[in-house]
């Protein structure tokens, strides 16, 4: 019993800081009134009311009338995919009112495994926000079509599991866990016997197989595409984790499910899933998500509660965080605005100020970072042009090849066949009909593996570009015109331990860097975005139209999206889940 | 990973019974629809389109359009307050569609201890009823002033705590947590500690007080008594158990938060805390609160969350309770009426049909009970008529008396000075003024305590009556006009291990046996009912006008309810806390 917060509670003792002279958003009664907040040590104690907690050294911050709300809390985040490290990461989100992420971290964990998840994860407690782990459940996630430097197998997973930071298993996916698969199926038994929850990753789940996933026990899903999807969830009693992040833009369509077929939203939270540097710079975080669900229709509370005290819910935290109320940790937001002009200005996390007029009071600082987070980017040897070349058993004629084509405004391949150019024995890219060499090369120092395929979509005229981020066995995949410049794009990533490039004609003409895992940026995020910007100029300077090409390229070595990918292991048919040969006939 | 739960729900095994062609009620998406529900072993594996799921041997209930809801669920109730063994106290709440309780049986704590209560619940595991447990968290309740047979210490709380029915720590009082009572706060630790929650008894906690306790971490509270405290708790974070029992009705005045006051209802929950034979047999239980619920304005599917969704919500239990959807418990119910006409006729408990067409379908029938739970009533010896007097110096005269007299329609009862006539040394009882004797006698053969005073409220001219149920002590508690009927009515309570009677010049006019703990009878309910109205006959023919009249004589010993009681130490000062003699003054 905390006689501490008890004795500030009742007034006997002074509260450490208080919030005065603002309207509360009371996400349980889902009002909003005049009132304030008072904090004693880490936890609010008083809500409304709160002049009687005042005493000679409390902290009084003076509302002006502004809004004061809980903080933000993220169901489900993928922090690498704004490629900041994690100080940096938490500096900007909480700068838009995040003080809470459910943090799945299956990227740090596929190039480096679970020690790496726990090193960023203790680099986080050193920040204001607050960061519960979500435990990967498929690692890696196509085992016999790429290599992958971390493995979770069920006893990691349940190691990890046991962490008391650990709030779930994360991404179940709904046809693996149909299909009985044993590892996973362990995993969830750990879980459960943990008492730790289960979050879906169920696309395009529904009736039967969504009946299953539930009887299964996963309690919530971020896969709704559209406002069917999100009836079907709702009714089916899985927590609906609506999700708006740059990847995938659901949220209008899913809120349609509450605005125009009235569904009771208290099982639906707004989730971001991925976050690229970019737009949390330009946009923000939940806040943006909450005025685009206003504006979609949304009551502001109603959108409140979504980033709040439902999200909470989903993990039953929701008597921890997630209100402001007696006993909850401090983290309150002062805001201004009901509708789509709603902004945060201050933010307190644990009863620390934060962020004070939009602005880190702790800002951001370049940190140190344990060994196993660096020089994660190892090549067996260096690479050279010929690694790169398709050959075929003739000196010339023509080769009849399997292509994967991307949509325009999707990372999705379909497959294409083309006639391409047989010279001195190898396979020719055609510019003309937007043919051109991609790869992926290991780099964990395991195997050497170069994956060639022949990539359509990105029409670059000249040059190459490569990733060391590639979803999701981060193996450096580069795509060009020119098998010099491909090699030195993978050479030079290499020797900067990772990162993104754009190289023409034997010149690097921008690189950044991404040394903690091959994966992530020392720099503060708005000095990422900055220069992520200026390499997409690069990209878009060599011919392509693709708005954000790399994300594009690091979806390509997905061996689990329809219907191609390039992994270091080769060209992979995804719908047969094989590794397949591009070169489909010749021709003298 | 239930993978005969997943094949089920995914068709591939056909379900063990399908309900069809009936009206869903879903709590999640607040709608009702055109469906069915299916069932595998003890869970639903599919909802809505549940065709797919019937095979040859499936087990078909044709709803005929009826409506198809969860099962009710009882977040805090004290089942002794039915006077029913377990048994029979099962039978009847199924039968008006409850298939859950939260149960706090405090009241056989106090006269046998855990192990009693433990040997309950074991009765209990052969109804269709699923009981949790809900530790008391005070007994005996006023340590000093009263005698009890069991004690509840921090140990005995940890150990029934850490029973996996154990679902919380029951009847957090407010003025004790503030006080910072020490075992109270060892109880709460282990609480905390092991997961459990706290359920707040906090009557006219506001403000502070109320923030002081929500600090400490209770998460409930059942003592709304009206519109201002609902939204008190409300706006607090607390969850609102709004109390619709026979010993207070305080349903209608709570829902005004909701109706007139717009506020959210998310958490809002319907509870019973006591439910008396009569009023079940007559009225119902949970059904019957949701009429009044609906009649007082509510929609009829938010009212069905607060009987079902929200209740297992209060306990972290919506993953397996409260809701139709695959994965939850098989509690089903089929009914008619979305407003005051609701009644329910067929009820699933756990997967079985136990009630169809508003019969049990395993009836209740007499059980034998653990050697703890009987012989229970020990008078230290046989009491005579003079135990009962109280004597003074003198012979005659007169004496001011501090009588207590309780109110028409609550048994709270105030101090009145009334003089009555001395005699033989003796005080002496006046009918004229309606002051009575009134008596408290140990039972658990301990001591042999008489606790006396004087008795004003109840207008009996004739006669004594009896009871073995006496809040919250449970010793043998007698009202009567003269000495002889007051010790007859005692010694045959004790001859009969427990139970109510009303004598009358020598003779027993009706007794109704309650042999279980001296609280409980082995009838069926609606015999109980009979007798219990039988027995209410014959003291409203003695002349008292109070339509419970054991009801209210079974609170005159409670030491907490102001402004005075009689327990078996004594007359009882409620607001001091202290033993005082009800004689102020003599005068010759």
């Known amino acids: 019993m905390d006689k501490t917060l008890m004795a500030a509670a009742l007034g006997a003792t002074p509260a450490d800081l208080a919030i005065t002279n603002g309207r509360v958003v ?8 005049p009132g304030g907040v008072a904090v004693s040590g880490t936890n609010i104690v008083a809500v409304g009311d709160v002049d009687y907690c005042i005493g000679e050294n ?9 809004l004061i709300l809980p903080g933000f809390i993220d169901g489900h985040i ?26 799945d971290m299956h990227e740090v964990g596929v190039v480096a495994g679970l020690e790496a998840i726990e090193a960023v994860l203790e680099e986080g407690k050193q920040t204001d926000l607050k960061i519960y782990f979500v ?25 990890a599991l046991s962490r008391e930071d650990a709030v779930g298993l994360s991404e179940i996916v709904g046809p693996y866990l149909l299909s009985g698969d ?3 199926g362990k995993a969830i038994d750990s879980a459960k016997k943990m008492g730790k929850s289960l979050q879906g990753h ?7 197989a969504m009946n299953a996933c539930m009887a299964a026990g996963v309690s919530t899903d971020h896969e709704s595409l559209g406002t069917e999807d999100a009836i079907e969830r709702i009714r089916a009693g899985a927590h609906l984790m609506m999700r708006e992040g740059s990847a995938a833009r659901n949220l209008s369509e899913c809120l349609k499910a509450i605005t125009e077929e009235g569904l009771d939203p208290g099982t639906s939270s707004i989730v971001t899933d991925d976050l690229h540097t970019i737009d949390a710079v330009d946009r923000g975080h939940l806040d943006d998500s909450l005025r685009t669900a206003v504006k979609s229709g949304i009551d502001f509370v109603t959108a409140v509660q979504m980033v709040t005290l439902n999200a909470a819910r989903a993990f039953n935290l929701d008597r921890e965080i997630g209100s402001l109320a007696p006993g909850r940790r401090a983290d309150i937001l002062l805001a201004e605005g009901t509708n789509e002009s709603f902004h945060v200005d201050t933010v307190i996390s644990d009863g620390r100020i934060a962020v004070k007029e939009g602005k880190s009071l702790r800002p ?27 050959r075929v ?14 949509l325009d405004w999707i990372p999705i391949t379909y497959g294409e066949e083309v006639t391409l150019p047989v010279q001195d024995g190898v396979v020719r890219a055609d510019l003309e009909q937007d043919a051109l060499y991609i790869a992926q090369v290991e780099r964990y120092g395991k195997n050497g593996n170069v994956g060639k395929a022949f990539m359509g979509g990105f029409n670059l005229k000249s040059g190459a570009i490569a990733s060391s981020i590639g979803h999701d066995n981060h193996n450096i995949i580069v795509l060009g015109t020119h098998f010099e410049d491909m090699a030195l794009a993978v050479n030079r990533l290499a020797e900067i331990q990772g990162g993104q490039i754009v190289v023409d004609q034997g010149k690097v003409l921008k690189e950044v860097p991404l040394p903690i895992l091959g994966l992530l940026s020392d720099l503060p995020a708005e000095e990422l975005s900055a220069e992520k910007k200026e390499l997409v100029r690069h990209v878009h300077e060599l011919g392509s139209k693709i708005p954000i090409p790399f994300m594009f390229l690091s979806f390509i070595c997905l061996a689990a999206i329809p219907e191609y990918a390039v992994t270091d292991r080769g060209f992979i048919d995804v719908m047969k889940q094989k590794i397949i040969d591009p070169i489909l006939e010749l021709s003298s």
């Open 202 to 208: 169920l696309p395009e789940m529904k009736g039967p």
């Open 26 to 33: 009371n996400v349980y009664s889902k009002e909003i009134y």
């Open 58 to 66: 409390t902290e009084v911050i003076n509302a002006q009338g502004r």
């Open 78 to 103: 993928h922090p690498e995919s704004a490629n900041l490290s994690i100080g940096a990461f938490a500096d900007i989100v909480l700068r838009h009112g995040t003080t809470t992420v459910m943090a």
């Open 135 to 159: 435990v990967p459940s498929h690692v890696p996630f196509s085992p016999g079509l790429e290599t992958s430097g971390g493995l979770f197998d069920s006893k990691t997973i349940e190691q």
């Open 393 to 406: 058993p003739q000196e010339s004629g023509t080769a009849r090849v399997q292509l994967m084509r991307t």
């Open 364 to 390: 951001y600082t370049k940190t140190s970072h344990a060994p196993v987070l660096l020089n994660t980017v190892k090549l067996q040897k260096e690479v050279v042009p010929e690694d790169f070349m398709i």
């Open 182 to 184: 044993e590892e996973l």
